[in-house]
């Protein structure tokens, strides 16, 4: 048996262009239109914005960034919406920008890292 084959057994569905066929009832649902854009992961960004933050911790300008965007996604399960995932997605990328922007300037003489 192929594997599609296995995970339409087990499932109790399977899969085709454009929708889901349930095949004991022959009902489907053809989705009108396809996700624009992936999935949100939301512990994927936590994990890259602490691993940043660890390998900064010494600076307190960027932990200070990327604290902030912590907080914002701390709570979250999921975005709210598609809009508010586009929010977040903005908020990471200005905020990374930011970071490497703040970590190839070098430091001021005589001054610490505020």
Same mark, same amino acid.
């Given at each position: 048996m192929d594997i599609h084959r296995l995970s339409t057994f087990r499932r109790g569905f !399977?899969?085709?262009? #454009? #929708?889901?066929?349930?095949? #004991?009832?022959? %009902? !489907?649902?053809?989705? @009108?239109?396809?996700? @624009?854009? &992936?999935?949100?992961?939301l512990v994927e960004m936590r994990r890259q914005i602490? %691993?940043?933050? !660890?390998?900064? =911790?010494?600076?307190?300008?960027?932990? *200070?960034? /990327?604290?902030?965007?912590?907080? @914002?996604? %701390? *709570? /979250?399960? &999921?975005? &709210? =919406?598609?809009a508010h995932a586009e929010q977040l997605r903005e908020a990471f990328t200005r905020t990374m920008t930011d970071v490497e922007a703040i970590t190839r300037e070098p430091p001021a003489p005589g001054k610490a890292n505020k």
């Open positions: !399977s899969v085709r262009r #454009g #929708g889901f066929v349930c095949p #004991g009832t022959r %009902a !489907s649902l053809i989705l @009108k239109r396809p996700l @624009k854009q &992936e999935a949100l992961d602490i %691993a940043v933050r !660890s390998r900064h =911790s010494e600076n307190l300008r960027v932990t *200070y960034l /990327l604290n902030r965007l912590l907080i @914002k996604i %701390a *709570y /979250l399960t &999921e975005p &709210e =919406s598609p």
